[in-house]
Every structure is written in C-alpha cells, then in structure tokens.
C-alpha cells in the first residue's frame, strides 16, 4: 500500500535515470571516502555521563583548577634506595614531566631501610624494586602521553622496568581498537561469501550484495565525520553490525528477483515486480531496526546515542542503496547472475515441512511456557555497569601491569576534590581511612610533604599538584581494581567518610564513575525498553493494517530477547548492562525483520488459499533469506566476542551471536504454530488490501 513504484522503475531501468543513480552513488561514496580520514575516536567514557552527574562535575572541576594533568607508576628493579636519586633526575628530564614522587621525596634516601617507617616503604620500595609515581602534563586520554610514556621508556634504557597507569591503558585501548575495526569484517566477510554460496543460487550472488553494502558502510563510515565524535566501542562494531543487520534488504530483493524469473519475466520486468514486492518487507525492516536504536538516544548515559545514531544511519545507508543502487546493480549484472547459476548448496525443500503443522497448539503452549521461564529467569541476572579496560595478554603493558601489581599491589586511583579545607581537616580525612582494609595508600600534600612545614612556603611546583583555587586534591588508591562487590563496597566507605568530613567534595575515577554509570542506566533502562517495544509494535501495525500480526510478532521477538538473557542467567555470568540495554533494542528492532518477511508471505499467499497450504509456501520461500541472514549476523557476533580484546564489545557480541540464532529459531519453529493458532484473529483484525498475488 505504501508503494507504487513498479513503473518508476521501470522507467529507470529503460531510460538514464540508472546512469544518474550509478553517478550520485560513486560521488556519496569518493566523498566518504575523503571524510574517512577526519573522523574524531573518543575513548573517554565519562565524557558519557549526563552533564549533572557527580563525575562529569568532578572532572570539570579538576581540569580547571589543577590542569588536564595525569599520572603513571614506574617501577625499577635492582635498584637500592641510593640510587634512586639518579633515576628520578632521568624521570624529570623528560619533557611533559611534571613531578617525580619516590622514596627520596619523603625520607633521606641514604636512610638504612630498617630505619624507614614500614607505611613508606610498603608504598616506595618492594623486594628490591623502587616506585615511582609520575605525574604528567596531559590528561589520561591525551594522543600526547603516548608520547611522554615513550620517553619515559627511552629515560630507562639500561634498566628493568614497568609502567602502569590510566594513561597506559587507554594507549592499550586505542591500539586494540583501532587494529580492531578492520579485523572483524576480515573475517565476518569471508562467512558471508561461504554462506551466501551454500545458500544462494549463483556464484556471483555474494559478490553483488557485498559490493552493495560495502557502499553503504562506507557512506556510514564516513559520515561520522559530521559528529563531534563517536566512541571507540561505536567504531569497532559498527561496519561489522551495519552489514550483518542490513544484508537482508539486498538479499529480500534479489531473492525476489530470482523468483520472478522463474517464472518467465525478462530482466527489467523481473527487476520492478522484485523492488515492488519487497519494498513493505525492506521498509519495515529498515524502520523496525531504526526505531530499535534510536531509542537508545532517550539514555542519559548518552553512549546510547553515540550507538544509536551511528547505527541507525548506517541501517539507513543501508536501505537506502539496497531500493535504489541494488536494482540498478541487478539490472547491469543480470546475464552475469544467469551464466554463473548453481544449485542451492545447503537448503533442501520437501513437502514433509508442513506435518508440523499438526502440531501447532503443542508448539505455541511451549513457546509460551518459554517465554515465562525466560521472563523468570532474566531478571535474576547479575549486571556489571562499568567498562574494563581492554588488554592484549602478550602486550608490554599488559605485562608490565602484572609485573607490578605483583610487588605493589592494585592501582585505582579516585581522586577527592574536597572545598576549602586546611592541612587539619585532610590530615584527619587521612587518618580516617587509615586502617581500611579497601584502601591501599593515599597520596596527599601533607603526605608528599611534612604537614608541620607551612603550606605558603612549600615550593609551587608541589603545591600546585595538591591545592587549586576552591579545592584541595587527595588521591586515594583503592584495594579492588574490578568492578566487583567490594569496589562498590570501597566507592561507599569512601562517600561515607567524605561525607564525614568535608562540607562539600566530588570523586573522580574508576570506582565512582562506575557507580554514576550504575544509577543513570538503570534510570534508563525502562523507558528504552519500552519506548523499543512500542516504536516496533507501531512499525508494524502501519505495514500490515493489523491489529493482531504486530502483537504477536513483537512477543514472539520480545520472547527471543527474554530467552537469550535467561541463558546469561544460567550461565552464571554477569551481563553488561550497556549491552542488556544495546542487544535488547538489536534484537527486537534487527531481528523481527524475519517475522515481517514470513508473516507479509503468509498474508499474501492466505488471501488466495488456505492457512495451512499458505504457511508451507511462506516458510519455504522465507527460508533462505531468514537463514542466510541469521547465520551472517550470528556470525559477525560471535566473531566480535571472540576476536575483540575490549571486554564490552566481547561480551556484546556474544549475545548478538546467541540472540540472533534464537530469534530465527524462534521465528521458523514457533512463528508459523502460533500465525496458523491466530489465523482466525488474524483475518478478522488485519485490513486487507489487494493481496493474493502470486508470492
């Protein structure tokens, strides 16, 4: 009903206007290209947070008062106390230093060891292996410090070392993500030509549709050059999600196109009937998945927009070439697609599919039973709500961080900006903390300096490290280094003796920003959810006129989704809530494109026949397309989770992976039970128009 464009396309085809769609795609794609180069990567997840949140004010206060500023730990082994005066000089000496804090900054460094308080050796000096904590002029994301971290390294030559930090995690970080942004389609790409192959019935089929999204993706790609940046969890899943979620849409049509055919058509005509016939099936699927990922946007946590909106246009690029440059691809690599025609490798049709049928009550009770288990058992899930750091096992800094960890302990740092206080309300905020077992050592300008000395006469370089213009700086190194309970734990004894002692403070870091994440996606969760499950259910009561195909399309994916979590439950695995929250709305949004394409069969063929012979038609000619769709998206999850070494985008991919597949078998095994139990329903709710064209 939305679309009458059989004639337009065949006017498009015949005339210039394909030659005019060839050329407006090549310039889109040449100026994508150039924009490419000009896309700005964010790694800082904070910058994420709503502007109201504690740490998103904490940050803004630190970086006006005391600079963007950061630190890293630098242990040398072999060294005695003696001679570490000589490798702090060589520390100091590297441009964008801007302090050394060791041994020798709290005691006489000639003093015998047996001599120094055991507190300060057990922060300074371990087993033989000095500390030193080195305080840099640029923030913990600044492309700078791999720099400075550099010259560090080249200061040390001659000496065993390791450095650990922040700033050595995001360079860890940005390496993996971007090796890792063109890893995945090496691999996903090479699946889809396998699978395309088995499935498809020409040779050439996989080089048509591939070379249509690659378009696509790039025009995606390169239009995020228009944002003020995109995050790095956005950029290493987007190419691989983009063609996985939207290969469907080429493939609908050019199925489509092989089945008219068949029957006789020549190309042109065979071209403009496909594009007509698919054209409510790619649309809902395309609107569907859009509206699936801008309900993202509605997250204060605003990584959900940064996911949702590069998605979603990415799924529009997609639709986009698939109705306009995929018929013009079809129609110049016709005789191509005929001349390299074989049989279907894989799908094998019979007339026994249909004694399922017989059992459809059985199919849609268990279904139901199911989904209630599902519904059960997902809310019992444990949720994780930060974002570890990415690790390579085998790198230096990954090494380096087990090195001294080793000796040392863990390092996470939280930084307390505490307001118009003096050296007597931090000391006793110190001594607060003491005797904790959640905090490893503070660091502090009564700490990195005797207290009793007057703070006008301690020299700038140190105190403007520790006192800005309002706020008083203390870092506080936490015991737990994963998000765990004990660093929930450690984040509210922190708040509570904070709260004890100083009228008004803010905490920055790991732990604390961890638990702003916590509170605003949980805040979030619900109106996504929602918002998703209503956006979709919308879709598709416009593309059917139907009051009952869309409630049991949405429950049937909706039931999908709780599954898939319900397996993370009994896994015993905590799950992302990002990704709950990110594959809930792929899921429901990329995945109901299967029932749209098997349910629009149905109908079609249910105008001129009976529900049974009808559903056997539908299932057999949906096959296919639905397979070949679900085993590439599956695919390019499971690839993600496997390959990725950033623990969110991992653990993303592998629900992707499981929830696709559950969504297909969801959709071949119980939608065609559940339509044929509702068919009755289903005729009287739906507002027919002029259906009953040959399918």
């Known amino acids: 009903p939305f679309y009458k464009g059989k004639e337009t396309m065949n006017r498009i085809l015949r005339g210039s206007g394909k030659w005019w769609i060839i050329a407006l795609f090549i310039l889109l794609a040449v100026g994508a290209g150039i924009l490419l180069f000009f896309v700005r990567i964010n790694y800082d997840l904070t910058e994420y947070l709503p502007a109201d949140s504690e740490t998103a004010a904490g940050v803004e206060i630190m970086e006006s008062e005391f600079g963007d500023v950061s630190s890293v730990q630098v242990m040398v082994n072999g060294q005695s106390p003696t001679q570490g005066t000589e490798i702090a000089d060589r520390l100091e000496a590297v441009s964008g230093v801007i302090s050394v804090t060791w041994l020798g900054s709290a005691v006489d460094p000639t003093t015998p060891v047996e001599f120094i308080n055991p507190k300060i050796l057990e922060r300074f000096y371990q087993d033989e292996s000095l500390m030193f904590w080195v305080t840099i002029d640029c923030g913990t994301y600044d492309r700078r410090a791999e720099g400075i971290v550099e010259g560090l390294r080249n200061a040390l030559i001659g000496t065993e070392f390791a450095i650990r930090g922040e700033v050595t995690d995001n360079i860890e970080a940005r390496n993996i993500a971007s090796s890792e942004i063109f890893k995945v389609l090496l691999i996903v790409v090479p699946l889809c030509v396998v699978v395309l192959l088995l499935i498809g019935k020409s040779w050439f089929e996989p080089i048509l549709i591939l070379g249509n999204l690659a378009v696509a993706v790039l025009l995606n790609m390169g239009t995020n050059a228009l944002l003020p940046h995109v995050s790095y969890i956005t950029m290493t899943m987007t190419m691989a999600l983009q063609l996985a979620l939207s290969l469907d849409y080429s493939l609908f049509l050019l199925h489509r196109y092989e089945e008219e055919r068949e029957r006789g058509a020549d190309i042109i005509p065979a071209i403009a009937t496909a594009t007509k016939k698919t054209f409510v099936s790619v649309s809902g699927s395309a609107l569907t998945t859009i509206a699936g990922f801008l309900a993202l946007c509605l997250m204060r946590y605003s990584i ?11 799924i529009l690029c997609s639709y986009l070439s698939a109705i306009l440059l995929m018929p013009v691809l079809l129609y110049f690599s016709a005789r191509i697609l005929d001349q390299a025609k074989h049989r279907p490798l894989f799908i094998r049709r019979g007339p026994a599919r249909a004694k399922r049928f017989r059992l459809r009550y059985v199919l849609t009770g268990f279904f139901v039973l199911l989904g209630i288990a599902g519904f059960i058992l997902q809310k019992q899930n444990d949720y994780l709500y930060g974002n570890s750091s990415a690790q390579d096992p085998d790198s230096v800094i990954t090494l380096d961080k087990a090195a001294i960890k080793e000796k040392f302990g863990s390092y996470n740092p939280v930084v307390v900006l505490a307001t118009g206080i003096g050296p007597a309300e931090e000391s006793a905020f110190i001594a607060s903390l003491a005797d904790s077992e959640h905090i490893v050592a503070i660091d502090s300008l009564s700490q990195a300096v005797n207290p009793s000395i007057p703070r006008e006469l301690i020299p700038e370089t140190i105190r403007s490290a520790y006192i800005g213009i309002e706020h008083t700086r203390i870092i506080v190194y936490l015991a737990a280094e994963s998000e765990n309970d004990e660093l929930y734990a450690a984040t509210a004894f922190l708040e509570e003796k904070a709260d004890s002692a100083f009228e008004t403070y803010h905490l920055v870091g790991f732990a604390p920003a961890t638990a702003d994440i916590r509170t605003t996606v949980l805040g979030d969760s619900a109106l996504v959810l929602w918002v998703t499950f209503l956006a979709i259910l919308g879709v598709i009561l416009l593309l059917f006129r139907s009051l009952t195909i869309p409630v049991l399309l949405t429950l ?26 990110i594959v809930s709305a792929l899921q429901m949004g990329g995945t109901v494109d299967y029932g749209i394409l098997l349910s629009g069969r149905y109908l079609d063929l249910r105008a001129s026949t009976t529900a049974e012979l009808a559903m056997q038609t539908a299932v057999e000619k949906s096959t296919p397309s639905i397979l070949t769709s679900s085993l590439i998206l599956a695919f390019a999850g499971f690839t993600e989770g496997i390959v990725s070494a950033i623990p969110s985008v991992s653990a993303i991919g592998y629900l992707i992976g499981r929830g696709t597949l559950l969504s297909a078998v969801v959709i071949l095994v119980f939608q065609p039970s559940v339509l044929l139990t509702f068919d009755k329903w289903i005729q009287k709710t739906t507002l027919h128009s002029k259906r009953g064209e040959k399918a």
């Open 304 to 314: 959900g927009t940064d996911l949702g909106v590069v998605l979603s246009k990415g």
């Open 556 to 581: 049937l994916i909706q039931g999908a989704v709780w599954i898939n979590f319900a397996i993370g439950y009994l896994q015993g695995r905590p799950i992302l809530y990002i990704g709950f929250l």
